[in-house]
């Protein structure tokens, strides 16, 4: 347990951000399952759609340190690549 008052705030302030982040993180999978949803669909006009709305979350989520900034833009160049070869 935390002793001094500055060592009990940075804890607050862990939990805090702690909930912000899987908040975000859960966000993040969503916007990505989404996209994967319609590929498995075989929807491209729906999977463009999403990647679209997915793009700039996976992004900002990476800018706020929720995931990597590689692995944001691994996964949009990944979902963009399977877009872009479907029939």
């Known amino acids: 347990m935390a002793n001094t008052s500055s060592a009990k705030k940075a804890t607050r302030k862990m939990l805090r951000r702690t909930e912000i982040n899987k908040s975000r993180r859960s966000q993040f999978k969503s916007q990505v399952r989404k996209v994967e949803e319609a590929l498995a669909a075989g929807d491209k006009a729906a999977a463009r759609s999403a990647l679209?709305?997915?793009?700039?979350?996976?992004?900002?989520?990476?800018?706020?340190?929720?995931?990597?900034?590689?692995?944001?833009?691994?996964?949009?160049?990944?979902?963009?690549?399977?877009?872009?070869?479907?029939a």
């Open 52 to 86: 679209a709305a997915a793009e700039p979350v996976l992004v900002r989520h990476a800018q706020k340190g929720v995931v990597h900034k590689k692995t944001a833009a691994r996964k949009v160049s990944r979902l963009a690549a399977r877009i872009k070869t479907m």
